[in-house]
């Protein structure tokens, strides 16, 4: 590169504010998860004091990440701290019943452990909860940080804006996408490839409600595309494979797409002629 290319980079380097590394704020999510369930942590807690400990320094590195970036906070870095720690136990509790869900709902599951320590969904899950609790603190970027972080860990996309209820399952992941205003209520399974998405990307819907709603109990199978802001699918209903979907279904429905697929079995002839090259 020559030094005029370089001179150019520097300065709008200098202009830049300073940005939160994306690795603190993942390194402090991924600790905060080791703090809440064991067969995530990296060590052994032997005693209270060093699990206290523990937390205190999670506390510290929050408080350490929000001050670099108080200027952009609605209040002080040390209340937005004190607000997300305070969080934590219904976080947690919300977890749980995640990892519940999933043992529950999953045949090939042995334990709630294996469960927490090995399945992408939750793991996409439990990130963008703690995301969303930021999301709502108004805390910015970082909480995209962090979606973006369990996406490229686990193929699952979750917005943080996106507000999700109790008990959620996401069986396998990988593919699925769920928009900023989605509202997905409780007891809700979601299969691989699935997409809550928006009719349109108009940047003037930014503010407007894109996506749809997904009421208690529905399951939604793989490859399932649910598109609208005013899409609603209605309590205990079931979408199939492959669904488009652009209208409200009421509850207890069942939508599914009927592939046209022809298989005809025919005969070897006795006389063919196999080559070998």
């Known amino acids: ?9 520097f300065k709008r380097h200098h202009r830049a504010k300073h940005q939160v590394p994306a690795s603190a704020i993942c390194n402090l999510v991924e600790g905060v998860l080791q703090l809440l369930f064991p067969p995530l942590a990296d060590v052994r807690f032997e005693t209270v004091q060093e699990l206290e400990a523990f937390s205190s320094g999670l506390k510290t590195n929050m408080m350490r990440i929000l001050t670099s970036m108080e200027q952009e906070l609605p209040t002080s870095a040390e209340e937005v701290s004190e607000r997300m720690m305070q969080e934590l136990p219904h976080i947690y509790e919300l977890l749980l019943m995640d990892a519940e869900a999933i043992a529950e709902g999953d045949p090939a599951a042995r334990s ?11 793991k996409a899950v439990a990130m963008y909860r703690m995301a969303h609790a930021l999301y709502e603190l108004q805390v910015p970027l970082l909480p995209r ?3 973006e972080y369990a996406h490229a860990r686990t193929g699952i996309d979750i917005h943080p804006g996106a507000r999700i209820g109790t008990h959620f399952c996401i069986d396998h992941g990988t ?6 205003t989605s509202r997905i ?4 399974k979601v299969y691989q490839g699935v997409t809550l998405g928006a009719l349109s990307v108009d940047k003037a819907m930014a503010r407007i409600k894109r996506h749809p709603t997904i009421e208690h109990h529905v399951v939604i199978y793989a490859g399932a595309t649910i598109l609208g802001g005013n ?8 979408i199939g494979g492959n669904v488009w979907l652009t209208e409200s279904v009421p509850p207890h429905s069942r939508v599914y797409h009927r592939p046209q697929i022809h298989v005809r079995r025919s005969e070897e002839p006795a006389n063919l002629i196999n080559f070998s090259i």
Do not use: C, K, W
């Open 185 to 188: 209520g409780n007891h809700v």
């Open 1 to 9: 590169m020559d030094n005029q290319f370089l001179t150019t980079l």
């Open 145 to 147: 940080v962090l979606t």
């Open 175 to 180: 593919g699925v996408v769920i928009g900023e």
């Open 231 to 238: 899409t609603v699918v209605g309590a205990h209903s079931i």
């Open 112 to 122: 709630i452990e294996e469960v927490i320590r090995t399945y992408p969904g939750f």
